[in-house]
């Protein structure tokens, strides 16, 4: 998993923690802290599509979009479609 993720203008911290799946949540985006938290408790793949879910929150909130109007259904569908696509072309950015 990676340490750090830039969103827009920030740079957010990801960190893992073991107590967030007892709160509900696999993950979690702390805009004023500029933090990324997912559980611990969570498989790998989980953990991945459980980022770019969060990246997806971090990408709207950026945007203007308040987190209260996010669409939790479709913000799980862009991060697993996402996801997919990355994983099946590797090289679809090049450095």
């Known amino acids: 998993m990676i340490s750090k993720v830039k969103i827009g203008a920030i740079v957010y911290d990801?960190?893992?923690?073991?107590?967030?799946?007892?709160?509900?949540?696999?993950?979690?985006?702390?805009?004023?802290?500029?933090?990324?938290?997912?559980?611990?408790?969570?498989?790998?793949?989980?953990?991945?599509?459980?980022?770019?879910?969060?990246?997806?929150?971090?990408?709207?909130?950026?945007?203007?979009?308040?987190?209260?109007d996010h669409n939790e259904e479709l913000i799980e569908k862009i991060a697993y479609g996402v996801l997919q696509v990355l994983v099946d072309n590797p090289d679809i950015v090049e450095a």
Do not use: K, M, P
């Not at 993950?27 to 611990?40: E, F, T, Y």
């Open 14 to 68: 990801v960190v893992l923690e073991e107590t967030l799946g007892d709160s509900g949540y696999a993950g979690q985006l702390r805009v004023h802290r500029s933090q990324i938290a997912i559980s611990a408790q969570l498989q790998s793949q989980f953990a991945q599509v459980t980022l770019w879910h969060e990246i997806v929150h971090g990408i709207l909130a950026n945007a203007g979009v308040a987190i209260a």
